[in-house]
């Protein structure tokens, strides 16, 4: 089956949804036949809703944690951090040239990016050579004008109100 044409999508912003906007569309396209893959940059392997489900539709869909548990220290990012995001610019690399799926989620590589984890350019040349039939989804919070620039969509989320602000916890089912 496949895509006729696919094309470039950012999700970003300090609001929350960026993650499950890009499921959503994950979850149409596994209803259309599609494969998809989602590469995570700064998730680890934890017990998540979406990590579990990707098992019980594997493999039509697929999704690799490839960060560490826990967060990233934003003003000192560890070699640790770096490595594992190479690791996953490296295997969203093989991704697209393989052709390995119709619909390529690089989750939270936009935050990856303004970490210094990984090179703008990198991911730039990624989406230069993204097939004519992947569709590409970049998530995460603050997304370089340049890739703003190349998507042919871009929506910004904005956070106004978030319960985490008022001592609500993650929940499981709903945050993980």
Do not use: W
């Not at 999508?9 to 994950?26: E, M, P």
């Not at 220290?73 to 770096?82: L, T």
């Not at 935050?111 to 984890?117: I, K, N, Q, R, T």
Request: include cysteine; charge should be neutral.
């Amino acid at each position: 089956m496949g895509l006729q044409k696919g094309l470039i999508q950012v999700y970003t912003g300090d609001g929350k949804g960026k993650t499950t906007a890009a499921l959503g569309l994950a979850l149409r396209a596994l209803g259309h036949g599609l494969k998809v893959m989602m590469i995570q940059f700064l998730k680890g392997d934890r017990d998540t809703g979406e990590l579990n489900m990707a098992h019980q539709l594997s493999p039509k869909l697929v999704i690799k944690p490839m960060g560490r548990d826990g967060f990233v220290d934003r003003a000192n990012p560890s070699a640790k951090d770096i490595s594992l995001a190479q690791a996953a610019l490296k295997e969203a690399r093989r991704v697209l040239d393989e052709g390995a799926c119709d619909l390529l989620i690089l989750d939270e590589v936009n935050a990856a990016v303004s970490l210094g984890l990984v090179d703008e350019d990198a991911v730039l040349k990624l989406m230069d050579d993204k097939p004519r039939s992947m569709e590409l989804i970049l998530t995460g919070r603050d997304a370089p004008r340049s890739f703003i620039e190349k998507a042919h969509l871009v929506t910004t989320m904005e956070c106004t109100k978030h319960y985490f602000k008022q001592g609500e916890a993650a929940r499981e089912g709903i945050e993980f």
